[in-house]
């Protein structure tokens, strides 16, 4: 399958983040700029001063000391200060005066600095002072003396003066041009990624987002129609190897999970079949005794050889054997033909009450005592009313038959907590004991099997528990039993209070 990505609504979300990543990286990129063009700026401002600074001295040394040279011959020093004059009119940026250390010198010729005997320029040499940045002067000078005495005056010197530049204005400027450099790249640099975020990563991204998601949807050739040979075109096709593996991961467990319903099917017919057995040889084994026994009386009555007294006792006999056979057919038929619950919100209450007020007076008649106590508070849950009646009249009778005479069964239903699936429930408990003489503990896995009874024939078809078992699995629910030989049987029903609160028995 082809599919136009062109056309995903996706692509311009995707496209929309890819454009908010633009400003981000963009950012980053200044900043990066910024912080490495200040440091190299900082750099170049510091080797630039001190490079400034060096050819200043060497600029004054060597001007000074040409002067110097050119003035040892002068007579008097009204003509050193005019010839230095000239040199300081041809020069710019210093300022060159003849000046003199005399004690008396006039005060056009007193030197800018007043310098100590140990300060002073010796004979043909020359001294250099740095001034600090004072208040009144823009910044530091350079100034420089060389000794120049002049005939009639031996304390004679040239001094050369020459502020050097300020370094904190230096810096700034340094800053500024920084800065200025960085938002030029910021301003280039943004369309530039603007532009590549867009058409080089927005538009790829927007397609591997929407082919991931067309995989996520089930549809595993999206990506058929990407020929990229760069870092997207490389996830593009270990998006492909994904979805490909996703694909036949997805047909292996379709085979494997239809090959498993397959089994399934097959192990209920096998179980249909033997339940279908069983059912088969218990109604050859409880239709054929009253069956021998009707084909018996109809042959005495048919035959004439009984009176008519005996004639109505034989006919008598046959209708109690049809209704036994009637009443097998049913409960087989009731086993057979059972629907799924409907629930409605009922109080449990009323179901165990209805039971009770059901079974009481068969009870009487066995002469066993039923009782049931209504509690205060209604227990409400969301199960199948006669379903649930139908379970629990199943669970009663048991316990009224192994009931000795005189004895008691008692009925409860209450709220409980209970673990279930590792996690505490709230559950609503059926409760049915009894002082019968218990279950045999070979036999206790047993009595939930459809057929499984240790009643004489005739009173039994093993279907009661099996039934009652269905329909609690049904409401999601489970049985427990308790017995102890010779003392009595406990049977639980437990039920979630509502379908979705609990699971699947682990009991029965
Ligand atoms: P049936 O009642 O037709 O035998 P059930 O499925 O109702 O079938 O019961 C299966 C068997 O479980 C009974 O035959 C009996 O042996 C045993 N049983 C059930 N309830 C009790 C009980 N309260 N006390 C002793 N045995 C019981």
């Known amino acids: 399958m082809h599919y136009d990505f062109s056309s995903e609504v996706h692509s311009g979300l995707a496209r929309r983040r890819i454009v908010k990543l633009v400003p981000k990286l963009a950012l980053a990129l200044s900043v990066g700029v ?32 040409t002067a110097a040279a050119a003035l040892s011959k002068s007579r008097s020093h009204q003509l050193a200060v005019q010839l230095v004059e000239r040199v300081n009119e041809s020069r710019n940026g210093v300022t060159i005066r003849y000046v003199s250390f005399a004690s008396d010198a006039a005060t056009e010729i007193r030197p800018l600095l007043s310098l100590a005997a140990s300060e002073l320029p010796a004979k043909g040499g020359w001294r250099q002072f740095i001034t600090p940045s004072t208040a009144g002067a823009r910044g530091r000078s350079l100034v420089t003396y060389v000794a120049s005495p002049v005939v009639d005056d031996e304390r004679g010197a040239i001094e050369l003066s020459q502020p050097l530049v300020s370094r904190a204005e230096y810096a700034w400027k340094g800053v500024w041009s920084a800065l200025a450099s960085s938002l030029a790249m910021l301003v280039v640099g943004g369309l530039t990624m603007a532009f590549i975020g867009v058409r080089i990563v927005g538009r790829p991204v927007a397609e591997l987002t929407a082919a991931a998601r067309r995989i996520g949807e089930g549809d595993f050739n999206v990506l058929d129609s990407i020929r990229r040979t760069d870092e997207f075109g490389e996830l593009a096709r270990a998006l492909r ?21 397959e089994a399934l099917e097959q192990l209920r017919h096998a179980e249909r079949l033997t339940t279908l057995g069983q059912m088969a040889s218990v109604l050859a084994h409880e239709v054929g005794t009253p069956l021998n026994v009707i084909a018996g009386h109809a042959k005495l009555v048919s035959g004439g050889k009984v009176d008519a007294e005996g004639a109505r006792e034989g006919v008598l006999a046959i209708g109690v054997q049809c209704e036994r056979i009637a009443n097998i057919v049913r409960r087989v038929l009731d086993y057979a033909r059972r629907r799924p619950p409907k629930r409605t919100w009922v109080d449990g209450a009323d179901i165990v009450g209805q039971t009770h007020a059901l079974l009481r007076s068969l009870a009487r008649q066995k002469a066993v005592e039923l009782t049931f106590e209504k509690p205060a508070r209604g227990v409400e849950l969301f199960a199948d009313p006669d379903q649930m009646q139908q379970a629990l009249i199943n669970v009663v009778m048991n316990a009224v038959h192994a009931s000795p005479r005189s004895a008691t069964v008692l009925l409860r239903i209450e709220r409980v907590q209970r673990l279930m699936h590792g996690e505490a429930r709230d559950l609503v408990a059926f409760i049915v004991r009894d002082d019968g003489p218990g279950i045999e503990q070979e036999i206790v896995g047993r009595i939930f099997d459809p057929f499984f009874t240790t009643k004489p024939p005739g009173e039994g078809t093993g279907l009661g528990l099996s039934v009652a078992r269905d329909i609690v699995r049904e409401h999601d629910g489970f049985i427990e039993v308790t017995s102890r030989e010779q003392e009595g049987t406990l049977f639980s029903i437990y039920l979630p209070r509502r379908s979705d609160d609990g699971g699947a028995s682990t009991r029965s």
Do not use: N, P
Not at 47 to 56: K, N, S, V
Not at 241 to 261: F, G, K, N, P, Y
């Open 34 to 65: 910024f912080a490495v063009v200040s440091a190299l700026t900082a750099w170049r401002v510091h080797d630039e001063i001190e490079l400034f600074d060096q050819a200043a001295r060497w600029d004054q040394q060597i001007i000074g000391v």
């Open 241 to 261: 190897a994904m979805s490909v593996e996703l694909s036949d991961e997805r047909s292996r467990s379709r085979l494997e999970t239809e090959a498993r319903i």
